[in-house]
């Protein structure tokens, strides 16, 4: 696997108070020929996440049409979304798109926790509300600390979705330990878990987030970051399974790496990939989690 870098499509610059920094978690939506419109998290002065987007040409690598405002902010303060919006991917129920995300919140000082919220986005391509209003998924006795990134998919009669979930916020390196892990649902709603996904390594992947799937004759793909727990902030990871259940780590074959210089020469992070007329695409974010915005790299064939 090889992907070429397309360069930095997205600059980030302040559009609003709510958004002033960061354009973080890119989730692209086909609108018509080869413009998407990508929808992205961003931070005020608080480092609170609302969401925003900007219309990209994919091909002619230009921005289209930039939000002036967000289209859905952070909660209010006693709201499990208090302290920002993280999005996953977006999938179709009901004749209904939702958008799952990673609720932030913090309360009594304590540490932040994760929860997962649901948006539903409208005909219009730039309403989201929320459905429900309270967590969509919460801690449980499987989960029972902090989750975070949610990605959805529809596949052999069932829904399901790969998920992040903490395990301990620290470990014999002082490095969090973070899965991905599994669940399944028949109507979309209830989820039965089914525990760890991507096996994790103390030292070599130990933290995940933002999971992202595609499915072919070959079996599950699956890209999302890690960091190894040594200090290297975050690469962008691969990795490989035949039912999507039991899945193999292959960051050596994921093609995809840091600059030697620029605005994503530290980190590389939140990958979202995706097909457009037969090409494999990724938009991604650079160092800083997303600071400056974020860049497209194309898979060689």
């Not at 998290?41 to 480092?47: E, G, I, K, L, Q």
Request: charged share 25%; net charge neutral; aromatic share 14%.
């Amino acid at each position: 696997m090889n992907w070429i870098k397309l360069g930095q499509v997205f600059k980030m610059k302040e559009l609003h108070p709510l958004l002033k920094s960061h354009a973080a978690n890119p989730l692209a939506v086909h609108l018509n020929n080869d413009t998407y419109r990508v929808f992205f998290s961003s931070r005020d002065n608080n480092s609170k996440s609302s969401v925003g987007f900007a219309d990209i040409d994919i091909i002619k690598l230009k921005v289209l049409n930039i939000c002036a405002a967000p289209i859905v902010k952070y909660g209010e303060e006693e709201s499990f979304c208090s302290h920002g919006i993280s999005i996953g991917n977006l999938y179709e129920q009901d004749d209904k798109r939702f958008i799952l995300f990673m609720g932030w919140n913090i309360r009594n000082n304590e540490h932040w926790r994760g929860d997962i919220g649901r948006l539903e986005l409208l005909s219009d391509n730039k309403t989201l509300n929320l459905n429900p209003t309270k967590a969509f998924i919460g801690i449980d006795i499987e989960d029972p600390i902090s989750l975070s990134y949610p990605f959805v998919l529809f596949h052999e009669g069932v829904y399901k979705m790969w998920y992040g979930s903490t395990i301990s916020w620290t470990s014999e390196n002082g490095e969090m330990i973070h899965a991905i892990k599994y669940a399944v649902s028949s109507d979309g709603i209830n989820w039965k878990r089914k525990g760890i996904a991507i096996p994790y390594e103390i030292g070599q992947a130990q933290a995940f987030s933002r999971p992202m799937v595609l499915i072919d004759k070959n079996g599950y793909k699956m890209w999302y970051s890690y960091r190894s727990g040594d200090r290297t902030k975050y690469r962008i990871g691969y990795a490989t399974s035949v039912d999507g259940i039991v899945w193999e780590r292959k960051h050596d074959e994921v093609g995809i790496d840091v600059s030697d210089s620029g605005w994503d020469s530290e980190m590389i992070c939140y990958p979202f990939v995706f097909k457009h007329k037969k090409q494999v695409y990724m938009f991604y974010n650079g160092n800083d989690y997303g600071r400056e915005g974020f860049g497209m790299a194309r898979l060689k064939q």
